[in-house]
């Protein structure tokens, strides 16, 4: 039993490491995907703010057309007041004739309007679109790091568990389900060194019985309160020594 407590303990080593790489490598998708959505507030104004500058170009193309539009008919008027002989008529087509005009002159300040905001928010995009693809330039970077840390993780990962073979076959198939079964629940620690009489996977003070039939090394040992299987510190100080 000897040489089963020393293999577990040498088993659970060795998965730890390989535990400890495993879990980095799968925390670095989500920091991944954090950086690259970190842009997306950007993105969603510069989109906000194109949809601006499209609506009011829409804008001044309509006041554009209707003003050519009411010039065209404003010029035929025109030329039709010199025909005219009744003073009443003329009056009436004079009066026309300087609404229409009023009507181009009010056109023609809202398109210089028009003309400002759209400068103005074409401004803001610029910058802002700089601003961004400076942004994605260095999340890129950061990307790429990362993803060259998690492939570097998951490789050191695989090494880690080199040489586990060999230690899994000096344990006896019911022990080692255990050891599995314990270390699904346990975030991957089945097995813990006792230290000065408490079990160091919860600090638990071990009954004082248990720790003497412990150190005779020959059964296995849980802890009473997270039942992970305890090797008696002793037993690594009687093997180094
Ligand atoms: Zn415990």
Same mark, same amino acid.
């Not at 954090?34 to 507030?41: P, Q, T, V």
């Not at 030329?79 to 009507?103: C, F, N, W």
């Not at 000096?170 to 230290?195: E, F, H, P, S």
């Not at 009489?197 to 003497?212: D, E, I, K, Y």
């Given at each position: &039993?000897?040489? #089963? %407590?020393?293999?577990? +303990? ?5 998965? $730890?490491?390989?535990?400890?790489? #495993? ?20 993105? =969603? ?5 194109? $949809? ?40 009436? %087509? =004079? ?19 028009? %003309? ?12 802002? $679109?700089? #601003? ?13 790091? %990362? ?19 060999? !230690? ?25 060194? #006792? ?8 600090? &638990? $003070? ?5 720790? !003497?039939?412990?150190?005779? +090394? ?24």
């Amino acid at each position: &039993m000897r040489e #089963t %407590l020393l293999a577990l +303990f040498e088993l659970q080593k060795i998965d $730890t490491r390989a535990y400890e790489l #495993t879990q980095r490598a799968e925390s670095i998708p989500k920091l991944i995907h954090d950086l690259e959505s970190s842009l997306d507030g950007a993105r =969603s104004e510069l989109g906000t703010l194109n $949809t601006e500058v499209e609506a009011l170009k829409r804008e001044q193309s309509e006041i554009e057309a209707k003003n050519a539009e009411e010039g065209e008919k404003h010029k035929k008027w025109k030329t039709r007041l010199h025909d005219i002989k009744s003073p009443r008529e003329y009056q009436a %087509l =004079s009066r026309e004739v300087e609404m229409g005009e009023r009507q181009i002159r009010d056109s023609e300040e809202r398109i210089l309007e028009v %003309l400002g905001q759209i400068e103005e928010r074409q401004k803001v995009i610029d910058d802002k $679109t700089q #601003t961004l693809r400076d942004g994605e330039a260095e999340i890129g970077t950061k990307v790429r790091a %990362l993803r060259e840390e998690q492939a570097r993780l998951k490789a050191e990962a695989e090494a880690a568990s080199q040489g586990r073979d060999a !230690v899994e076959k000096k344990i006896n198939k019911r022990i080692l389900r255990r050891y599995d079964d314990l270390r699904a629940k346990r975030n991957g620690l089945a097995v813990v060194l #006792t230290n000065d009489g408490a079990c160091s996977g919860c600090n &638990m $003070t071990v009954r004082p019985q248990q720790l !003497v039939e412990m150190q005779r +090394f020959n059964s296995i040992e849980q802890c009473a309160a997270c039942h992970r299987i305890m090797v008696h510190e002793n037993l690594l100080k009687q093997e180094q020594a």
